[in-house]
């Protein structure tokens, strides 16, 4: 499902590549309203600046595979990888 993170970081806007970057945005935010955080305190447990993540839901950014695992083992959601 969140294959485009793994690519190369080049720009995509092809339909899936959004609808991924759209869900992702969405999961950080439903997080971050259920747990009553805000980005700074996300952030900080997830060793990025609060706008970095602000960046990322807005989808003006990409975010890193490195980022990406971090997020993953903090919010305990199972990422799958498809690697072509």
């Known amino acids: 499902m969140i294959e485009a993170y793994f690519k190369r970081r ?3 806007n092809d339909r899936e590549t ?8 969405r999961r950080i935010i439903e997080f ?3 747990h009553n955080l805000y980005y700074q305190e996300l952030g ?5 600046d609060k706008s970095y993540l602000n ?3 807005k989808m003006v950014s990409y975010m890193s595979v ?5 997020l993953a083992k903090h ?3 199972i ?3 498809q690697i072509d």
Do not use: C, H, P, T
């Open 44 to 48: 900080e447990a997830i060793g990025v």
């Open 32 to 34: 971050k309203d259920k």
């Open 79 to 81: 990422l799958f990888v």
């Open 10 to 12: 080049e720009k995509s």
């Open 75 to 77: 919010m305990e959601i």
């Open 55 to 57: 960046r990322v839901v």
């Open 66 to 70: 490195q980022v990406l695992i971090r």
């Open 18 to 25: 959004i609808f991924e970057r759209k869900i992702l945005a």
